[in-house]
């Protein structure tokens, strides 16, 4: 037998051992002993009995793409801010701002080599189901009711010279400034003597740079005494030209009478001053916009608080004055 297919080991034991009955070991023992064990060549008792006989192999190594483990990083969770934001207008741009940002333009050689500047801004306004006025002559309050399915909108409006000459510019008044809702302009509510305070608004509501009430925009109201003794002695004054100074400044509320169903997303103040049109917007969570947090030429820091802030949006066509 080839001993490189199969080595074949037998032990034999010599006759005498077999004879002798293997010193007390049985037949079955004995023939236990001397049965062949066959290894096979190549096998790992082969290699273990003689490993000079075995070729030393290497466990191929398959091309196999080693995936990197993915480590997924933690999402961050954010507090939920308000959706009204801060949109920058340049004040000098005509087109659409917000309510609280100014719209300016600069008059040059207004009267020969003066010069001035100009701001409009409206900062505030209010809804009223009804209104109520004072008259001091009777002692008694007087209601003021919107139409069937309507009620009243307060704008109130700052209008100023900046200098830096007195050119004794005049000044836009209430009939200036349109409410825009369903694509049609309104004008002003006229139905009401602005001799007479509204409660309301007048006894509650401070102008822009918070120096006194607010009156209805555009004119004065002085007390004489001996004049519209019905009215309680007040009268009004229509006002004409804007000076310089804060405390020359227009300064006031403009009534309008819109449908119960109008809100503030479909709503504008618009304008044609100084043959620019302009229009503003207004913001729910805003009532009123002081001076001390109204926008100025430079943009303000994301707001802090909902009350200043300024709801951002998709820039429209402007309407025309």
């Known amino acids: 037998m080839n001993l490189d297919k199969i080595l074949i080991v037998c032990l034999l034991l010599t006759g005498t051992i077999i004879s002798s009955g293997c010193m007390g070991v049985d037949t079955k023992t004995v023939l236990d002993l001397v049965s062949p064990v066959i ?11 003689f490993p000079d006989q075995c070729e030393k192999t290497e466990t191929p190594v398959s091309n196999v793409t080693i995936v990197p483990t993915i ?12 959706t009204i934001k801060y949109r920058y207008v ?6 659409e701002r917000w309510q609280g940002q100014w719209f300016r333009w600069v008059w040059l050689n207004t009267s020969g080599t003066q010069s001035t500047s100009r701001g409009i801004v409206i900062y505030g306004h209010n809804y009223y ?20 399915g309507n009620r009243f909108l307060a704008v ?10 007195d050119t004794g510019m005049w000044g836009y008044d209430s009939h200036y400034f349109n409410l825009q809702y369903s694509q049609q302009l309104h004008p002003e509510f006229g139905a009401y003597n602005k001799t007479l305070r509204i409660i309301e608004i007048e006894d509650s509501i401070n102008n822009y740079y918070n120096i006194e009430r607010v009156l209805p925009f555009g004119i004065k109201r002085i007390f004489a005494g001996y004049r519209n003794s019905d009215l309680g002695g007040y009268y009004i004054e229509t006002l004409w ?28 103040i618009v304008g044609n001053f100084a043959n620019r049109p302009v229009n503003w917007r207004f913001d729910s969570d805003i009532k009123i916009y002081p001076a001390s947090q109204t926008p100025s030429e430079q943009p303000l820091p994301i707001p802090t608080t909902k009350r200043i802030a300024v709801r951002p949006i998709n820039i429209t066509e402007a309407v025309k004055g």
Do not use: M
């Open 39 to 49: 290894l096979l060549k190549g096998s790992t008792q082969y290699c273990i009995q």
């Open 71 to 82: 480590v997924q990083t933690p999402v961050p969770t954010f507090t939920v801010e308000p």
């Open 90 to 95: 340049n004040p000098y741009e005509t087109g």
């Open 129 to 148: 189901k009804t209104l109520t006025q004072w008259n001091d002559a009777k002692g008694n309050y007087q209601t003021i009711n919107a139409s069937k």
């Open 156 to 165: 109130y409006v700052h209008q100023e010279d900046f200098g830096p000459d």
């Open 241 to 268: 030209a804007v000076t310089p100074g804060k405390g020359n400044a227009w300064d006031g509320y403009i009534l309008y009478e819109v449908p119960i169903w109008v809100t503030d997303d479909d709503i504008r």
